[in-house]
């Protein structure tokens, strides 16, 4: 079975520098994708961020970008320009694309916290 | 384009008694998802329909939850009955077919049981 660890419950960032949230999962699989979902206060996750395994290539999103290190098995997400709105839970989440199942399995997150 | 809907936003109810989460996706996602949200921990799979088939329900205590996914398009999940242990947010999720991977999700369903 998957699984995916998150090992800072909490961070928190001044206004305007850089973060970096660490994430290892483990798995067994050579086909799979993996995720930053935010979740706000409001509790609607949304997608921050997604790589896909075959990629060598670090995703970037605007202001987000990610680690990817497969060999490693780590997956870190780099916040650059942190801004009050990013404040909220960040899970790491792990999808194998092989048998059939296509499901999440999430880390337990973090928490940041933004500090103007 | 209308998001994942899910209702009711809350319920609080007694243990013993039993409570009903609706989700309805975005229009043409094939693949339907209810994850249990504990406090303090991450989101973690109940159930996975895939149109009005079960695909997966490996983590679903079926001695008292029950999902139904009629038509192959909104979903209930039911609780019967309800123990202490299931306070958690019910967050359903929705997936179009191909590999993009991306779920949408609603906004949960947080229940109380006391």
């Known amino acids: 079975a998957q699984t995916v660890t998150q090992s800072q419950p909490e961070m928190s960032v001044q206004e305007a520098e850089t973060v970096t949230l660490s994430c290892t999962y483990d798995?067994?699989?050579?086909?799979?994708?993996l995720f930053w979902y935010k979740q706000p206060p409001s509790r609607q996750m949304i997608l921050v961020i997604r790589?896909?395994?075959?990629?060598?290539q670090n995703a970037t999103e605007n202001r987000f970008s990610v680690n990817f290190q497969k060999a490693a098995k780590s997956f870190s997400l780099k916040i650059s320009d942190s801004q009050l709105g990013d404040t909220a839970m960040y899970f790491c989440?792990?999808?194998?694309?092989?048998?059939?199942?296509?499901?999440?399995?999430f880390g337990k997150g973090t928490k940041l916290t933004v500090n103007p | 384009e209308a998001g994942v809907a899910q209702s009711p936003r809350y319920k609080i109810i007694e243990k013993r008694q039993s409570v009903a989460f609706w989700c309805n996706p975005i229009?043409?996602?094939?693949?339907l998802y209810w994850y249990q949200q504990i406090l303090g921990q991450g989101p973690k799979l109940l159930i996975q329909?895939?149109?009005?088939?079960?695909?997966?329900d490996s983590q679903l205590p079926k001695d008292r939850f029950s999902a139904e996914r009629l038509k192959g398009v909104d979903s209930t999940l039911k609780i019967q009955p309800a123990k202490l242990e299931d306070s958690a947010v019910y967050l359903c999720?929705?997936?179009?077919?191909?590999?993009?991977?991306?779920?949408?999700f609603g906004e949960g369903s947080r229940l109380t049981v006391l």
């Open positions: 999720a929705s997936r179009e077919a191909g590999d993009s991977g991306e779920l949408f």
């Open positions: 798995t067994s699989e050579n086909n799979y994708y």
């Open positions: 790589q896909e395994a075959y990629k060598q």
């Open positions: 989440a792990f999808m194998n694309l092989q048998g059939g199942s296509e499901k999440l399995v």
């Open positions: 229009s043409g996602h094939a693949t």
């Open positions: 329909f895939q149109n009005n088939g079960v695909v997966d």
